[in-house]
């Protein structure tokens, strides 16, 4: 049954997709905007007609719950907008996409679509829209028709549109889970969420990498909770983290400077049931202009998830964040400018002294990806972040993980994990660098983790366990020791082993070693003497 739903989901966004292409559009930049718009146009609109017959009986018996409701007076409409589930979209009658359907013979069809969307996005304004950060509401809905650059074309793309749209209904997959609309989400996204399109990184944090971070920060049940990602792109992490907490017992917050990324990630918010939270999603600058606070001080959150942007160049308002209101935020200091390779200051270490900062006191948890060398670096602002989570004694545990884990980039990265609450020590280091599985991504490599490496990871990190050449458990006072060194492989005990032999065994051995260098030496000679001839047989011509 689910792979039917997934395979018609996917089926109506292909459609969709071959849609724009024959109109000019695709692989065009406003692609992303109509496939997304329309495809949550289409899910509001059979959610609604779903919660209607869960209020109405006489709707699900019906053929055609349009038909039936469009028998109401103007009161009973209006008494069943009042019992709709608050995540649901209001709509009126003449936004449903029967509707639409069935007026492709008016004049000018292409503004009336436009003139529906609109409408449903101002009626929804309220729950739907998303802020900057000045407060400026971001409207659910453009206006799709005018992407088409000849006018005389709009109004068959938009029937092109809705007829694409009345052929399937998402109905049967409300009752679906995290696991379905993750897939789907991921497949909607797919072809548009590649690194380079805003400032801060948008690209997709593999579901392995968010799954291993959820699960090892949520150990137990708990309720009316906060979750944070500061740098929320898409929403892969946070949609990992409310799903592993219960999405109806956390609130989620989120900052992202993208307007992309923050479209994407309500779109993720609306498919997921986590619509109460849409009103907590800024666009924004989360360094520069910190969003969410609380009596003018910066709100403090429970659990916070963040894959920040490691590297860009944000020299233009590096100095204003050396404020006084700031010290206590970036406490390890900011960096300076440099005089070339501005695009290669590195930002990640400003998100972690963010995040610290951001953690409710006695309970707080987070998880952060990390360039490797993070966890190395022998001086200046790392090194000052990491004796930081010494001191106050609220590093978990770090795991590094595989190369090319992002196919999009070659940098090595590291999961941090700080939990306020660990106070007694036995921290986790782990070196996961050796699991996984190379395949080809496009031109690049990318390394996959099977389900059971995943869960691999998860139980011998939440168990603390110790395993030779994979994970050490140690306390502060031993990295202390290490010069807060957070690498597994420096933790590692080194093993001899020793092996008897006789004075003879011994000597045939030298005498194999003396032999093979001597070899090594003569072929070494003869490359000499040939190389010396080339280069003099090119100083002759």
């Not at 029967?98 to 009336?112: C, I």
Request: proline share 3%.
């Amino acid at each position: 049954m689910i792979q039917d739903f997934t395979k018609q989901t996917k089926d109506l966004i292909d459609g969709l997709k071959g849609i724009c292409a024959s109109y000019g559009l695709g692989n065009d930049g406003n692609e992303f905007k109509i496939i997304t718009q329309v495809f949550l146009y289409k899910f509001m609109n059979d959610k609604f007609g779903y919660e209607a017959k869960n209020i109405d009986a006489k709707l699900k018996e019906s053929e055609n719950w349009e038909q039936e409701i469009a028998t109401y007076s103007d009161e009973q409409y209006e008494m069943l907008l009042l019992q709709m589930n608050p995540d649901s979209a209001k709509l009126k009658r003449e936004h449903f996409l029967s509707y639409l359907f069935n007026k492709q013979d008016a004049e000018d069809y292409a503004k009336l679509f436009d003139d529906t969307l609109r409408d449903i996005a101002i009626l929804n304004n309220d729950i739907f829209s998303v802020k900057e950060e000045e407060g400026t509401k971001i409207k659910l809905f453009d206006e799709l028709s005018q992407y088409i650059s000849s006018p005389s074309k709009r109004d068959d793309f938009c029937k092109a549109i809705i007829n694409q749209l009345v052929n399937f209904s998402f109905e049967g997959i409300f009752s679906q889970k995290f696991d379905f609309f993750s897939t789907i989400f991921e497949y909607l996204i797919k072809d548009y969420n590649k690194d380079g399109g805003g400032k801060y990184a948008e690209y997709y944090t593999p579901h392995a990498m968010a799954h291993i971070m959820a699960a090892i920060l949520v150990d137990g049940p708990v309720s009316n909770v906060t979750g944070y990602d500061p740098s929320g792109g898409s929403g892969t992490l946070v949609m990992n983290l409310a799903h592993a907490i219960g999405e109806d017992r956390c609130t989620i917050y989120s900052q992202d400077i993208s307007q992309k990324s923050t479209s994407m990630l309500r779109l993720n918010l609306i498919l997921n049931n986590l619509v109460h939270s849409i009103q907590n999603i800024i666009q924004g600058n989360t360094i520069l202009s910190p969003y969410h606070k609380v009596d003018g001080k910066l709100r403090k959150f429970d659990y916070i998830v963040s894959n920040p942007p490691f590297k860009l160049d944000f020299s233009d308002y590096v100095g204003e964040l050396e404020t006084k209101e700031n010290k206590e935020r970036f406490f390890a200091g900011v960096p300076n400018i440099p005089n070339k390779d501005k695009d290669k200051m590195a930002i990640y270490p400003l998100f972690i002294q963010h995040i610290m900062y951001s953690l409710t006191e006695d309970k707080g948890r987070a998880a952060i990806v990390v360039p490797t060398g993070f966890i190395t670096a022998q001086s200046g602002i790392e090194k000052k972040i990491r004796e930081r989570m010494v001191e106050q004694k609220m590093l978990r545990g770090v795991i590094s993980m595989p190369s090319n884990i992002f196919a999009t980039t070659g940098t090595n990265v590291s999961i941090l994990f700080l939990d306020k609450a660990n106070t007694k020590g036995d921290i986790v280091l782990m070196d996961a660098s050796k699991l996984g599985t190379t395949v080809k991504e496009g031109k690049n490599q990318k390394t996959l983790l099977s389900p059971e490496e995943e869960q691999l990871i998860i139980d011998t990190f939440k168990n603390h366990e110790a395993k030779e050449d994979f994970t050490v458990v140690v306390s502060y006072e031993q990295i202390k020791e290490k010069n807060y060194s957070f690498s597994a492989g420096q933790y590692f005990e080194v093993r001899i082993d020793y092996t008897d032999i006789t004075h003879e065994e011994f000597t045939a051995k030298m005498e194999g070693f003396k032999q093979t260098l001597d070899g090594l030496f003569e072929e070494s000679k003869t490359l000499e003497l040939e190389i010396k001839k080339n280069l003099e047989g090119l100083e002759y011509e």
